[in-house]
């Protein structure tokens, strides 16, 4: 069996409660990355996506430059353990709708993350992570430009 602490990332950037919007927003610039584990010392609290700072703080007008990340984040965040299966985390993922989950310890101490990509990764789950070429430019082949307009579109039939 395949576990999480096979295809994990370890150490993770997090950030406390009372990081502010701007920090994060940074940090995930910096790191390129679209979610922040948030926690208290070591134990996970919470969660930050690029989409919380836009719809929970850009969208509700707050100040990027005070506001806490303990105004935005999502509290109950659902995570697993290092020894949980590869494939049934990835079943949870995908009935879930998430893409990353934080990977914690015992006693809620943030251990890594471990995203869709990275399960999806693993030939355990019988999942493929690229298409093959050959579906690439099929896709291509289907994809037109209207006339006279530089915009693709789907073509039917």
């Known amino acids: 069996m395949t576990t999480v602490a096979d295809v994990m990332t370890r150490d993770v950037r997090s950030m406390t409660p009372n990081d ?3 920090q994060a927003a940074r940090a995930m610039k910096d790191f390129n990355i679209g979610a922040i584990p948030v ?3 070591d134990r996970l609290v919470g969660m930050v996506t690029d989409r919380d700072l836009v719809v929970r703080g850009v969208a ?3 100040d990027l430059k005070s506001a806490k990340l303990a105004d935005i984040m999502s509290a109950h965040v659902r995570t697993v353990r ?3 299966d590869v494939t049934e985390v990835q079943s949870e993922m995908t ?3 998430i893409r990353r989950m934080p990977v914690v310890d015992p006693q809620d ?14 030939p355990s789950t019988g ?5 093959e070429p050959e579906e ?20 039917t039939g």
Do not use: Y
Not at 109 to 122: C, R
Not at 136 to 155: D, I, L, N
């Open 20 to 22: 502010t919007l701007i």
């Open 39 to 41: 926690c208290d010392k």
């Open 60 to 62: 509700e007008d707050l």
């Open 82 to 84: 290092e020894s949980d």
């Open 95 to 97: 009935r879930a709708k």
């Open 109 to 122: 101490h943030l251990v890594g993350i471990v995203s869709m990509e990275d399960t999806a990764a693993h």
């Open 127 to 131: 999942h493929e992570v690229m298409a």
């Open 136 to 155: 690439v430019f099929s896709v291509q082949a289907r994809v037109q430009p209207a006339s006279g307009e530089g915009t693709p579109q789907r073509q």
